[in-house]
């Protein structure tokens, strides 16, 4: 075989490119990988910022990362170290705070502190999300069946999807029901009364989307982040030691192990294609590559309507990627510190500092600022997650000094009036001010800061209007309709040209599945 010839081209470094070009490399496959920046990992990147300051760039936490890619990788081996995160402290505006800690017992003990009935709920509502939790795994592992297929393969899936809900039991199937259908407010109303427990709970039904707590499908994403875990511990989340581009570098260099060959800034013009079947790629120095399969790491828009000519697909499916909903609502705001922030409702420094603060004090204050993005402005008093990762791994900043992750929303794509510089600096003041009325000392203790607006995102890591999901978790883009109805097996209708990226099933976060499913299907292909 030629030197420059491969069995199969994945485009994008990203965790779910290099997972199938693990995956493929295993099984003997000779795989390059072509990644357009100088580093791997897409939005799973570390990177130092500021001088001795390393930052998780965009994306900063892990517990979707699927289990069995960790073992079939073994990653640990190849460098992955997850460290957990021990709490998420919401900070309340009359100087209390909700807590909630790596015991459940000390979780129920301060829910009680403002919520007995409360405190009684969260034993069986923690019961029924990991019992739905576990009801969609295995919906995880699976590549989607085409409903509108005669196909025996098809069929197979679709008799085995059928007696997967039927084997839930009707109490469990009418709450699976709720959660594909419901807002995560109005489906936590029928648990909790304390606004704050069910404003943080609720939060988890928005990040990445353009939706609000009330709106309907949101509690599907709710229990979508409901479904990691970490070594086994259901509903944990995780820090990467090294941050979260150590996690793509494990990856990389664990399909390196495997014979892989990556190379970064590579950036791919568009995917050779002949008599309707993919023959290489041509990079945008000009150099062509030829390969028997080419992968789209990118999501659907870059896939479909960047990489080939339309010519080469059908007009439905054009259709449908054109109408693929990406809508980018979050933004990021990393920030290196002389001194941790010291919170007024928990002074000190303390285990606290350890986990998460999210600045979600009640439903109405999310809805707040979703009504600021629905009318095309930022934020003013925007939705927060932050974490702390120099208190967890001090090695991600110098001695005495801290790093500062900051998830937004809402920061909606489509500004009033575009983003300009001035508007993306307004949009960090807006931040600071908030956190500033819980930590009064952090205006003081900045350093540096880093503000990114999905534009920002977009041009820095390729992301479609910069959707850290590839495409939003909404309803009529999820399993067999994600990116599109009859193309959501990984395969596409050029010959040779598959999809790998979180916008197909089963989307977004760390979480590798696509990938993963997508070298399934190429292996079972070839």
């Given amino acids: 075989m030629p030197a420059n010839r491969y069995d199969a081209i994945i485009i994008g470094g990203g965790h779910n490119g290099l997972v199938t070009a693990a995956y493929l490399a ?57 460290l957990p995160l021990e709490s998420t402290i919401t900070p309340l505006p009359n100087g209390d705070y909700l807590a909630g800690w790596g015991d459940p017992d000390l979780t129920r003990r301060e829910i009680a502190r403002h919520s007995q009935k409360d405190a009684d709920a969260t034993i069986e509502f923690g019961r029924l999300m990991h019992h739905m939790a576990m009801a969609v795994r295995p919906i995880l592992g699976m590549i989607p069946p ?9 069929l197979a899936g679709l008799l085995k999807l059928g007696g997967h809900f039927r084997s839930l039991g009707p109490d469990r199937f009418h709450a ?8 995560s407010a109005d489906y936590l109303d029928e648990w909790f009364e304390f606004d704050p427990l069910k404003a943080t709970k609720s939060a988890s039904g928005i990040i990445g989307t353009f939706l609000g707590p009330r709106s309907p499908g949101s509690a599907y994403v709710l229990l979508h982040h409901y479904m990691g875990e970490i070594d086994g511990a259901f509903r944990a989340w995780g820090f990467a030691k090294g941050g979260t581009g150590s996690i793509s570098n494990a990856i990389g260099n664990a399909a390196r192990a495997f014979g892989a060959v990556i190379r970064t800034e590579a950036p791919v013009a568009k995917v050779s294609v002949r008599a309707g079947r993919a023959t290489g790629v041509v990079l945008e120095s000009g ?40 809508r980018g609502s979050s933004g990021k705001v990393n920030l290196a510190l002389s001194e941790l922030p010291d ?23 999310l809805e707040r600022a979703y009504d600021d993005a629905k009318h095309g402005e930022f934020s003013r008093r925007p939705y927060m997650d932050m974490i702390i990762p120099s208190m967890i791994d001090p090695g991600m900043a110098p001695p005495g000094r801290h790093v500062m992750s900051i998830f937004v929303q809402y920061a909606p794509y489509r500004l009033n009036g575009g983003w300009t510089d001035a508007k993306r600096e307004a949009f960090g003041d807006a931040v600071v001010d908030t956190l500033s009325q819980y930590a009064p000392n952090l205006k003081g203790a900045i ?21 850290i999901f590839q495409g939003e978790l909404a ?3 999820l399993f067999f309709l994600r990116p599109s109805a009859a193309w959501s097996k990984y395969r596409t209708p050029i010959g040779g040209y598959y999809q790998c ?18 070298a399934l299907q190429i292996l079972a292909d070839l």
Avoid at 447 to 466: A, K, N, W
Wanted: some cysteine; proline content about 7%; glycine content about 10%.
């Fill in 287 to 326: 150099e062509e590559i030829q390969a028997s399969i080419v992968v789209s790491g990118l999501d659907p828009r870059r896939t479909f309507l960047d990489l080939v000519d339309g010519k080469d697909l059908p007009t439905e499916l054009v259709d449908d990627v054109r109408r693929f909903k990406f």
């Fill in 26 to 82: 295993r099984a003997g496959r000779k795989v390059l990988v072509l990644e357009r920046r100088h580093l791997l990992g897409g939005a799973a990147v570390s990177e130092q910022v500021f001088p001795g300051f390393t930052f998780s760039v965009f994306s900063y936490v892990v517990s979707l990362l699927r289990p069995e890619i960790i073992r079939d990788l073994d990653l640990p081996r190849h460098g992955l170290h997850i």
């Fill in 343 to 365: 919170f007024t409702c928990m002074p000190g420094r303390g285990p606290q500092h350890l986990g998460a603060f999210s600045i979600s004090p009640s439903v109405d204050y």
């Fill in 501 to 518: 990226g979180a916008g197909t099933h089963p989307g977004g976060g760390i979480m590798g599945a696509s990938g993963r499913l997508a």
């Fill in 475 to 477: 309803l009529q883009q």
């Fill in 176 to 183: 699976m029901y709720k959660l594909m259908t419901m807002s």
């Fill in 146 to 154: 085409d409903p509108t297929s005669l196909a025996p393969s098809d």
């Fill in 447 to 467: 350093l540096h800061r880093q503000v990114l607006t999905p534009p920002d995102i977009e041009r820095m890591t390729g992301l479609s209007e910069g959707n």
